[in-house]
């Protein structure tokens, strides 16, 4: 369980109950303006030439949907696809500020990047650069090498995108007749918090990190220009929210080490710089239950379910993941692979699936941790060959599934026995929130105490260091010995906890904040 009881208040202290009325209020009198490098839809050319459009299936839009109702929201976004890219100069054309796509409640504006800045940006700093330092991907002796490239990537890419981010927020902003708020999501935006300030410097912003925040010794392997400038914007924020309360410790730290006039003050979680405070708070982000659970009891999934069945063993293991470095997917199957060794009785009556979303295949590392993956799963396969008979054919340890089917995942998260979560680090992890609600077999959880939903998840799971291949396999073992009793606890326990901490609690909390720091400050009376 998350603790904060600082003046900023949790996301689990709220529970999922319903929004305060402040912060009704507050919605009623601004402009919530969200922004994030992913929007909400994506459009599409059809052949015809008009376009459709596809929603994001993201935890963040459902959360934004439900407060929707009582707002005027516009959701700042990058142009990512063809089809955004066309309509997003079709509105500039047409003079147009806000995009509404039909059949749709969400209002747009697109930030149209040039190729380049837009590579520079995102493949180049957001996801190798800062993606790795916060999730401690590096192997430092090797990298990350800081060159000429990275540097026109960080001035051409990533300060020109996140300036467009501002310019486009505070045109939306601007443009409404109500007060902003402006709600920034993640690492691609660390600079737009700076620079909207300079622009219109009684705005409140506030800004969610989805990711973890290393500690300040670590973040010295980024050039002390860019660290400052990132922890600079960031306090132009009036508050900064995390997934973990070590996370905005160690962003409180990160501050003190890199700027110059940092006065903290942890009792309230605040950090006072150049006359203004950030307040620093932890919101736990979560899954939208209801949503879940109809994509799982959809026609779809009851078909996939239906085809796992050839699939499934007297013990079965799943795990769920972008195909992503900081998730641990090989060292899993090492676990695993050392786990038949130690317990060879478990040899024939046991199959692990993996389902494997590929992703940002534009970034080498990515590409390369895709075949890390299948060369280690081909090697399991191989060397268990001759091992054991199922159905009567040659029995396979392991099954990779791999493509972007979130209803297939969803069937396969019913019926684990166990469901492996052994990422290195993480900012929350979805996955282990979504096995947690719906797995209909009394299965266990091994879950990496460095991901954020130990924090929640913890107590009633199996916790693994995420780099000890020998206790991830012991812990196996013990997850399919496990009592059933205590399986049934734990399970009732998570599914719970999961229902009461759902993602409306996420956002309720967070407008609940700004509500308390706009009344203090009477700004909106
Ligand atoms: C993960 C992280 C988010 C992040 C997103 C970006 O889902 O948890 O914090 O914003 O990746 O993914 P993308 O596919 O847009 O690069």
Known sequence: MVHDTQHVNSGDEIGGNGLPGSARELLEKTTLIIASNRGPLEFHIEEDGSYSTKRGS?????????????????WVASAMTDGDRARAREADEAGEVIISPPDSDIRLRFVLADEDAYDGYYNRISNPLLWFLQHYLWDTPRSPDID??????????????????????????????????VMLQDYHLYLTPGIIREMMPDVTLQH???????DPDYWQLLPREMRSAICDSMLANDIVGFQTSSHARSFMNTCDFNLDGVDLDYRHREIHYRGRTTKVAV?????????????????????HEEHLNAFVNEFTIVRVDRAEPSKNIVRGFLAYDRFLEKFPEFIGRVNFLAFLVPSRLEVLEYVDYLDDINTVVGRINTKYANAAEQDGVAWQPISLFIGDDYPRALAALKRYDVLLVNAIFDGMNLVAKEGALLNQQDGVIILSEAAGAYQQLGPHSLTVSSTDIESTAEAIH????????????WSSELRELVRTQNIRAWIYAQIDDLAKLTTATREYR
């Open 208 to 214: 969610f990190i989805h990711i973890p925040w290393p």
């Open 148 to 181: 000429k490239e990275t540097w026109r990537a960080w001035r051409d890419g990533y300060v020109t995108v996140n300036r467009q981010f501002a310019e486009e927020i505070v045109a939306a902003a601007r443009a409404s007749k109500r007060k902003p708020l």
């Open 478 to 489: 013990t997850a399919l010995t496990m009592n059933p009793d205590k399986r049934a606890a």
């Open 58 to 74: 993201g935890g963040v839009v459902t959360a934004v949907s439900a407060v929707s109702r009582y707002n005027d929201l516009i």
């Open 283 to 303: 919101y736990p982000i979560s899954i939208d239950c209801d949503a879940v659970e109809a994509v799982a009891a959809s026609e779809d999934a009851l078909r």
